[in-house]
């Protein structure tokens, strides 16, 4: 089966004013090895019908394939919780089928963020055990509903923008200045966030993060460490690159939800001109990377 090779986004030593995509500069065989090779997943929307849990385990095998050494997923993991005539059992329902998926992962490590279909608000008390964020952080197994972790000498930093006006909120950001600060010369850093925090598409689609201004001032002290922000949210795929931060907002797993696709789409299960897929991003020790989106038939 052909698989289409969509987007293999600029390397670091290219600055954004030369543009040039690194597909146009295949490696040579004496080029470095990339420390780390991650999969990027986002926007699984898993829901329990149309044989989508099966489905989501076939795309993760391709995934395996790539040979990756750990995964990210920018979230809305579940198809939707958050409308205000969702069930509790509906919410349940959706956790079993990601629940009915996790042996996939079986010997990878699985890094997730929170999406915003993902948080149950309709319950019936802000007490109750599965409202809002907390539920969310509980089953997808993260630590805190924003954390970092560390691999090689990149450091990742995993944002909750589940905030008013899309943002992250005063804990969050004195969190985030204090893990810049901390990271020593010479190591570089990878932010993950649901909602984009920079992207191209968010003047006709989805949003972004409404603080960016205040993100790309933070990004641009700690110049000599931020290379990437990692996003979903929109199902589209874009990628921008600013002071020489690499802004990837790459497509659903999902496409157009695991459906047919939109009226505007010219192929099946695409959303818009974006088509459902996953992608593969590679880390390299002195701060270069590389996105790869690759379309999945599911």
């Not at 990692?230 to 020489?244: E, M």
């Amino acid at each position: 089966m052909k698989r289409r090779n969509f987007v293999k986004n600029f390397p670091l030593a290219m600055t954004a004013a030369a543009g040039v995509n690194s597909s146009m500069n295949p490696p040579t065989a004496s080029a470095p090895k990339p420390a780390l090779t991650i999969a990027h997943i986002t926007d699984v929307h898993i829901r329990p019908e149309n044989g989508i849990p099966a489905r989501f385990r076939k795309c993760l095998e391709e995934v395996k394939k790539k040979k990756v050494d750990f995964f990210l997923n920018t979230g809305d993991s579940i198809h939707a919780a958050d409308y205000k005539e969702i069930t509790r059992e509906r919410v349940l329902e959706q956790w079993a089928a990601w629940d009915e998926c996790k042996s996939s992962f079986d010997g990878y490590e699985l890094y997730t963020c929170i999406g915003n279909h993902d948080p149950w608000w309709a319950a019936p008390s802000k007490d109750d055990e599965m409202y809002g964020i907390g539920y969310v952080v509980k089953r997808a197994k993260m630590p805190h509903r924003y954390y970092s972790f560390s691999k090689k000498n990149w450091h990742f930093m995993v944002l909750d923008g589940n905030n008013p006006g899309i943002s992250l909120d005063d804990e969050q950001m004195e969190w985030l200045r204090k893990e810049l600060q901390a990271v020593p010369k010479g190591h570089f850093v990878l932010l993950m966030s649901h909602y984009p925090i920079l992207t191209v598409t968010a003047s006709w689609e989805g949003g972004q993060h409404k603080d960016h201004k205040q993100l790309k001032a933070l990004f641009y002290e700690h110049r000599d460490k931020v290379r990437v922000c990692l996003s979903g949210h929109q199902h589209l795929l874009d990628a921008a690159v600013y002071n020489n931060v690499h802004y990837y907002c790459n497509g659903a797993m999902s496409g157009f939800w695991w459906d047919k696709g939109d009226a505007k789409s010219a192929q099946p299960g695409y959303y818009q001109e974006t088509p459902p897929g996953y992608a593969i991003l590679k880390l390299y020790e002195d701060g270069r990377v590389e996105n790869t989106y690759y379309e999945h038939h599911h």
